[in-house]
């Protein structure tokens, strides 16, 4: 399909500075939807600032809305403003505006992707992206496939002599293991696996990156990291955000597929993987897929017990009053999709056996923030606190994925004085003190890796459907169970329902408070 992609992972070559991938157009499938202005143009548009944009890197967008260049470019300026992160430096949008371009188009008319192949050849013959072209869906699931069909019949996924063309598609992928396997094979037809992209924005999270650092980089940690020396392992993403305008999509979907399917399972393998054998793409993805297929399947009897769903009430966030979930715009007043899961899993592997891995995620929670934190078994009582009831306290290890992005280690530590009385410290690493700078958003990694060809941080097929298949089997028994009586209540601005906190009470844990 393609040339053989010339992948530059700066982790294999241990660089701090990456060469420049080669030029492309980038084609936006859905050019006025929410994406495309809050993450995707910033994106790109901070990639020109830090010069790591090849300077022939066109953008162009397909979409049904009627609009010209300029007009889009204008919407493009106020949203790029809002939402970089480094603001908007007028020298730097006047000449990246330059080089946006726009297709109006419905998805199913050919003239407009013959419209569209003429316009990619007029940008290349003016000496743009010498026929290289990165095609990203950013679009509503249900119309993926007609577009990869139409980019087929087109013949635009055809690569010109020593070009190549790839597809970033954005999640969901699929809602269960029969649409993804069905869309992945839509997928196959168009493009080779080699150039296809599927983005979970948490693996560009620079936090979730150095989940692998931290493991095979330190030797101090790794020998530990196993069911003889760690208790258990909590994962958490909460929001204080509610679904805003999301509603008919996250009826659908729930905080099961829309959160745990993809990036809370993504943070679980990066935990549990083995070391890969090399920093190749395929390494690390086979690694993570050995995790995911080594999840303990769980029965109905275990999603009865091992799994709390929840759905938020009125509350308040930061001191205002919020409606409940039921109240939101384009959300059925009597919905019963969940906004908040808490789960047990167990990975059934030799390094893992008999260690749980809770998870928990949710909108509307107290206070927004992911984690993962590993808590590791007490020392043994043999010299300290052993006559008492107070137990020591595990080493804890926080890897902090956002906000305040870093790492801490809860120690046990002598309080100064000439009693002995033990209480825990932490030691703590903040990534905006250590390096002094801000690190790039998720998408500005992801985006210039698929320009690169490198897949590393991207989910492959098999991870994907595996990922589905763990997930159609809580969904079928909520589904067959009532359901109603197993969606818990939680007022908004709190940490989600009691029985989240019972599941963890019932194994003699607490849910660390973030
Ligand atoms: C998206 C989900 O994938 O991730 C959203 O669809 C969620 O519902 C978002 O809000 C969370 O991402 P982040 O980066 O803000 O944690």
């Known amino acids: 399909m393609s040339n053989e992609p010339n992948p530059t992972n700066p982790l294999r070559e241990g660089l701090q500075a ?59 300026r106020d949203s790029t403003e809002k939402c970089s992160r480094s603001g908007l430096n007028e020298d730097v949008w006047g000449g990246f505006s330059k080089r946006i371009h726009y297709q109006c188009s419905d998805f199913t008319n050919s003239e407009g992707y013959r419209a569209l192949r003429e316009k990619l050849d007029a940008i290349d013959a003016a000496g743009g992206a010498a026929g290289n072209r990165l095609f990203y869906l950013s679009v509503s699931p249900t119309d993926y496939d007609l577009i990869l069909r139409m980019l087929a019949e087109s013949g635009l996924n055809k690569p010109r002599l020593g070009a190549w063309t790839r597809v970033i598609v954005e999640k969901p992928f699929g809602t269960d293991f029969a649409t993804a396997e069905s869309l992945n094979e839509s997928i196959a037809r168009a493009f080779a696996e080699r150039d296809t992209f599927r983005i979970d924005h948490y693996l560009g999270k620079e936090t979730a990156q150095n ?72 390494s690390i993805r086979d690694e993570k897929a050995k995790v995911v297929r080594s999840l303990r399947r769980l029965s109905p009897e275990d999603v009865a017990t091992d799994i709390v769903r929840g759905q938020y009430a009125a509350g308040a966030i930061n001191g205002k009053p919020v409606p409940a979930y039921r109240a939101e715009e384009r959300v059925s007043p009597t919905s019963m999709t969940e906004t908040y899961v808490a789960l047990k899993l167990h990975i059934d592997n030799w390094r893992w056996h008999g260690v749980p891995f809770y998870m928990r995620v949710g909108k509307r929670l107290a206070k927004g923030g992911a984690e993962i934190a590993v808590q590791f078994k007490e020392a043994p009582r043999v010299l300290f606190n052993t006559d008492s009831d107070a137990p020591l306290g595990p080493n804890q290890l926080v890897i902090r994925i956002q906000p305040d992005e870093g790492i801490s280690l809860r120690l046990q530590c002598k309080v100064p004085g000439s009693v002995l009385r033990i209480e825990p410290v932490k030691m703590d690493f903040h990534y905006g003190a250590s390096f002094g700078k801000q690190s790039p958003e998720a998408y500005e990694r992801l985006i210039l890796d698929a320009m690169s060809g490198d897949a590393t941080l991207f989910a492959r097929r098999d991870e994907v459907q595996e990922a589905w298949k763990f997930v159609d089997a809580i969904e079928q028994a909520w589904h067959a169970a009532d359901t109603k009586s197993a969606l818990c209540e939680y007022a908004s601005g709190t940490w989600g329902p009691k029985e989240a906190d019972e599941l963890l009470a019932r194994d003699g844990h607490a849910w660390r408070r973030m």
């Open 211 to 282: 989940i692998m650092v931290l493991r095979f980089a330190n030797q101090i940690f790794e020998n530990q990291w196993n069911n003889r020396y760690i208790d258990h392992v909590q994962i958490t993403s909460a929001e204080t955000l509610g679904v805003e305008a999301r509603g008919p999509y996250y009826e659908k979907a729930g905080a099961l597929r829309d959160m745990v399917q993809s990036h809370l399972l993504q943070l679980v393998c990066l935990t549990a993987m083995e070391p890969p054998t090399s920093l190749t793409a395929d």
């Open 18 to 76: 990456r060469p420049m991938p080669q030029p492309c157009n980038v084609v936006i499938f859905g050019a006025s939807g929410d994406l495309t202005f809050r993450k995707l143009i910033p994106a790109l548009y901070n990639l020109a600032a830090d010069g790591d944009l090849p300077a022939a890197t066109n953008i162009v967008g397909f979409a049904r809305r009627e609009k010209t260049d300029e007009s889009w470019r204008a919407e493009l």
